[in-house]
């Protein structure tokens, strides 16, 4: 998995797997693309107004690794 976001753009894109070549795109709502193939296996998610979607109250983005309680913050 690999989370990109383009601060220009205000756009996050958390990518799950790479891309095959006939990925369909679906607008689920104005803030939220999720590309899909045919066999219904989500590639991956695209946030628009990504800032919006991801800070946590402080304004950064919160990573946390569950499985050894690992918490990190990354400023937008």
């Known amino acids: 998995m690999k ?6 753009r205000n ?3 958390i990518r799950l797997q790479e891309k095959g070549a006939q990925v369909e795109t ?3 709502s104005d803030a939220l693309n999720v590309d ?5 296996t989500i590639y991956g998610l695209e946030l628009l107004n990504a800032n ?3 800070q946590a109250d402080n304004g950064a ?3 946390v690794n569950e499985a050894i309680g690992e918490r990190r913050e990354i400023r937008l």
Do not use: F, H, M, N
Request: charge should be negative; glycine fraction near 4%.
């Open 3 to 8: 989370l990109t976001y383009d601060s220009r």
């Open 11 to 13: 756009i996050a894109y």
């Open 26 to 28: 679906i607008r689920v």
């Open 36 to 40: 899909i193939a045919p066999d219904g």
């Open 52 to 54: 919006e979607q991801l």
């Open 61 to 63: 983005l919160v990573l």
